[in-house]
Each structure stands twice: as C-alpha cells, then as structure tokens.
C-alpha cells in the first residue's frame, strides 16, 4: 500500500524546500476547508442559468438525452401542468412486460437469466435451440484466463469488491488480443466473455478479500460451464459448493430483475457516455462499475442489510409490531440507524404506486423464507413495507405514495443466502452487466455521436498578480 509520508520523510532535506516538513494529513484537511469556499456556487444561480442539476427537471424527471429500444421504466403520467400522476410501476424489457418474462421462466421451473441477457444484448426471445447456444456460449467463458486469478486477484486483493471487479475488468484488456476494435461483433465476443467470467472475478474477489483481511480459509472453485449463473455464484462462494434449488432460482430471479433499468440510471448512462468516447469495452464497464459502486446508486440494497441489523440490536423484542414502530419512528426523526430519516427499502425515483421487481421478487422471497425457517425475517420486512408509509405520514404531515422498492426484498434474499454484505452490489453489477452490455452496443449502432453537454462558467475574470505580491 502506497504511504505518502514516508515519501516525504526526507522533505525539509531537500534543496529549495522548507525546512519545516509538511504534514500530509494536516495538508490536505486544511486545502479541504479552503476548496469548500471556492468550489462552492451559489444555489441561486442554477434557476437562473435553467441548469437542471442532476440531469433533473424541476419536478423531478429526468432530462431526456437519448432514445433506446432496450429497457422502459414507467412509474407515474404528467398532467398539463407537469406534476406527477401515481401509477401502478411496469419495467419492460426490450418490449416486454417483467412480469410476463419472470411468469413462464417460473411456471416452468427453469433459470432464467441467460434468457433474459440473450433478449437484452439481441432484441428477441431465443428459441431453445438458440438458447442452448447461447448458454453454452456464456459457459465457454466461464473460467479466467490461465494465471489471471492468481497474478491479477489473489496478488492484490482489495477491502472492495467492487474495486476489486473494476480493476478486474480493465486487466482482462491485457489478455484480450483484439481490444480495441470497436466493431459490433467484437464487442459483443467481448461483452460475453465479461457476462460469463463475472461470477469468478466477484467470488475470486471475496476469497481473497477474506484471506488477506479476515485471515479466514480461501475457498477457490471452478466453475461449472453447464450451470447457470445463479448456481455457479453460490457454488464458487460456499465452502462445500452447496446449495438448494430454491437458493439458486430466487437468486436467479434478482439477477432477472436486476438486469436492466432503462437507459437514465446512473451506471447505464455512463456506459452510454464513455462508449461514445470510442473507447474499448473494458473501460466502458469498468466505469460503469465504478458508477455503480457509489452508495447513491448501487448501495442502497445495503443500506437495507445494515437498517435491519441495526433494527435487530436495538430492539429487544423484532417480532413486537409497537416496538418496530418505535424503532421506525426513531428512523425517520433522524435518531436511530444512520440518522438520514430515511427507511431504506421504500420509495424510488420512478416507481410511484408500486415497484414491478419488488412485487415479483417478494413472492419467490416468501418461498425461500418458508424453505429455510426464515418467516419470522420475512414478516418483518413484509410489515416494514406496509406500516412505513404510514409512519411517514405521522411524522411528516405528508401523505404520498411511498412503496417497496426491490432493495427491500433483495436485502432480505441476501441476507437469508448468507451472502455476505458486501457482495450485495457486485450481485448488482453480474446482473446488470446484461444492460450495460446491450446499452453499450447500442450506443456505438444508434448513437455515434460524442456526448459533450455544456456547462456555464461562473467565476468572476482575474487579473494575474506575480508571485512576490500574492
């Protein structure tokens, strides 16, 4: 690990230096105050130049930047004077429903990922032949280039998974003989190959994690090329390499519903900005991970595991519904949890009346609760989901639409795997590489043109002063 200290050690030595050396922590924290005042623009000024901040509107949508044809989130209309109308939520894939696609995968008790990745990257249902293709595909790319794990992973293990998988992906550059090349066929060999290896590169990166900072047991399994995604994540994380039916088609179904989000979400938009650079496949998704790995976009899932681990050390008796709600009241008076006032788990940026994916994801998340004993945890969340909303309104005075969003049930699936916390987002990442994928490509088709959006100076003009009269 690199120590600026000791770089500076011999500082006040040096010709043309002061003979006081400096203090690097000292340093930095007193620049950080300073650039608080000079970064800082003043809030006024948004308005007045029309910046929509956040790429948002003044009622809250999203400033309009592209067109696609691969995901559709629909949460709420606008009437004429622009305000939101709550609706029942829908998310389509490539033109589908959600709800139709999870439907048949489950009605014939069968994965359903591959299927949903080959209808996002190719813009249509596969036949089975064309399925068992595909899946065999993805299989063929399941394992790491010889030697990758041992001198790309094991060799400089991270405490961040996510950091880890970034610095994954740009390596694999390195093994790959045609990296640059842009056309469609090579990125999707490409995109392919990263859908197929994800499940190693994030299992690798907790092993070594686990070893190198925990000092616990290294656990390294191949994966099975025959298997589907689901199971080849819980086999590589598990010590035995075991797992139940039920565990794999419930995390199955998190990564369906993870898969894609419309072309708006933060990571999807910077697959979407970078591939207009030109640039080559493992720094679009590289940067799409590292947008991801931010707590504002991808870390709400955890904020949900840590809210009921806080939940359950504070409260004496979790299964009490009057001692939940204290709890929860405490949450939104900003006392108790991480003091945000917010219950993580409820409410989204587009989903109004109802969330699709938490809606699909809580009925398979009750089936795996009652196979493995856990239905007292999933009665919590489930009563967390229908009294939050109502605490809210107490405490605030505000009555609004308020429903579950798949984070809730995510969390509660995760935790009932035993999948440790912090691969709750790398999970986000192996499913959402599927969209990122299919934005990516699109991209480089439909869009071809470099995005540059604009920004207005607002610092005043200076005259220069030389250096002896500052």
């Known amino acids: 690990m ?94 589908y429903e959600i709800h139709d696609l999870v439907h048949h995968c489950r009605a014939e008790d069968r994965f359903g990922f591959e299927e949903v990745t080959y209808l996002l990257l190719f813009g249509q249902l596969p036949n089975k032949q ?56 090579n990125v999707l060999r490409q995109c392919i190959g990263l859908i197929g290896c994800f499940p190693a590169l994030i299992a ?8 190198f900072f925990e000092k616990a047991s290294m656990h390294m399994h191949y994966p099975i090329p025959e298997l589907s995604t689901s199971e080849n994540i819980l086999r590589m994380l598990r010590p035995t390499g075991e797992y139940l039916d039920i565990e794999a088609k419930t995390l199955d179904l998190v990564l369906i519903l993870h898969a894609e989000h419309g072309g708006g ?7 979407h900005l970078v591939s207009s650079s030109g640039t080559d496949t493992y720094s679009a998704i590289a940067a799409a991970v590292g947008s991801l790995k931010g707590p504002k976009h991808g870390g709400a899932n955890i904020a949900v595991i840590n809210m009921i681990r806080d939940l359950k050390a504070n409260v004496k008796d979790w299964r009490d519904p009057k001692q939940v709600d204290e709890y929860l009241l405490k949450v939104l008076r900003k006392e108790a949890n991480d003091r945000s006032g917010l219950i993580y788990g409820l409410g989204h940026a587009v989903y109004t009346l109802s969330d699709p994916r938490a809606e699909l994801l809580k009925g398979m998340a009750e089936q ?61 990442a192996t499913a959402r590489l599927s969209g990122w994928s299919a934005h990516r490509m699109e991209e480089l088709i439909a869009g071809k043109k470099l995005m540059r959006p604009a920004y207005i100076n607002v610092q005043q003009r200076r005259e220069y002063i030389p250096i002896d009269e500052r």
Not at 164 to 182: G, Q
Not at 266 to 271: G, H, L, R
């Open 368 to 428: 795996l609760a009652r196979a493995k004993g856990a239905m007292d945890n999933f009665q919590l969340y489930s009563y967390i989901e229908s009294r939050g909303p109502e605490l809210y309104a107490e405490v605030t005075g505000v009555e609004k639409p308020m429903c579950a969003n798949v984070d809730l049930y995510s969390g509660f699936v995760y935790n009932t795997l035993n999948i440790p916390i912090d691969l709750a987002t790398p999970l986000f």
């Open 130 to 185: 064309q399925l068992e293709d595909f899946k065999a595909l993805i299989g063929e790319n399941r394992e790491l280039p010889y030697g990758f794990a041992r001198d790309m992973i094991l060799v400089a293990p991270s405490r961040s998974i996510m950091n880890k998988l970034a610095r994954s992906v740009l390596a694999l550059y390195s093994y790959d003989d045609n990296p640059d090349d842009v056309s469609i066929s």
């Open 265 to 271: 979400n933060n990571s999807t938009f910077t697959t």
């Open 204 to 211: 690798y990166g907790y092993q070594a994690k686990q070893s």
């Open 2 to 95: 690199l120590n600026f200290k000791s770089k500076r050690e011999n500082h006040g030595k040096r010709s043309g230096t002061s003979a006081n050396p400096i203090e690097p922590a000292a340093y930095y924290a007193e620049m950080a105050d300073r650039l608080e005042t000079v970064d800082e623009i003043d809030s006024g000024l948004y308005p007045k130049y029309n910046v929509k901040r956040g790429l948002r509107n003044a009622n809250g949508t999203g400033v309009i930047v592209g067109l696609t044809k691969i995901g559709e989130v629909y949460g709420y209309d606008t009437d004429e004077n622009k305000n939101k109308v709550p609706r029942p939520g829908k998310l389509f894939y490539r033109g």
